[in-house]
Nanobody
Framework: QVQLVESGGGLVQPGGSLRLSCTAS????????MGWFRQAAGKERDFVAY????????DYADSVKGRFTISRDNAKNTVYLQMNSLKPEDTAVYYC?????????????????WGQGTQVTVSS
């Protein structure tokens, strides 16, 4: 079955950086739109970033614009999330997601495939 495997999470101090990776298997990666979402403890899963099939289009939640960058390497079946200037409020489990055809790329309900998540904790 389809697998999405995230990595790169961890504990970082405020102002620090992390790069998350998500490697996909058993799907046609270059035909998939990809998204990053996050879920803080006790809260709903929120949109973070989106990238189109060949990377020509991307979008971000207002809370991360200017700090986070989404990118992809279709040759490696991998999508990345570079996170800079991290804040304590960025603490969450981060999930990557894939979909061939979406209705709303910022809605978790639009995505068919999900990774298991990777914890990001921003704390001094």
């Amino acid at each position: 079955q389809v697998q999405l495997v995230e990595s790169g999470g961890g504990l970082v101090q405020p102002g620090g950086s992390l790069r998350l990776s998500c490697t996909a298997s058993r799907l046609t990666f270059s035909s998939c739109h990809m998204g990053w979402f996050r879920q803080a403890a006790g809260k709903e899963r929120d949109f973070v970033a989106y990238i189109s099939r060949f990377g020509s289009s991307s979008d971000y939640a207002d809370s991360v614009k200017g700090r986070f960058t989404i990118s992809r390497d279709n040759a490696k079946n991998t999508v990345y999330l570079q996170m800079n200037s991290l804040k304590p409020e960025d603490t969450a489990v981060y999930y990557c997601a894939a979909v061939y055809y979406y209705s709303d790329y910022a809605s978790p309900e639009s995505y068919d495939y999900w990774g298991q998540g990777t914890q990001v904790t921003v704390s001094s």
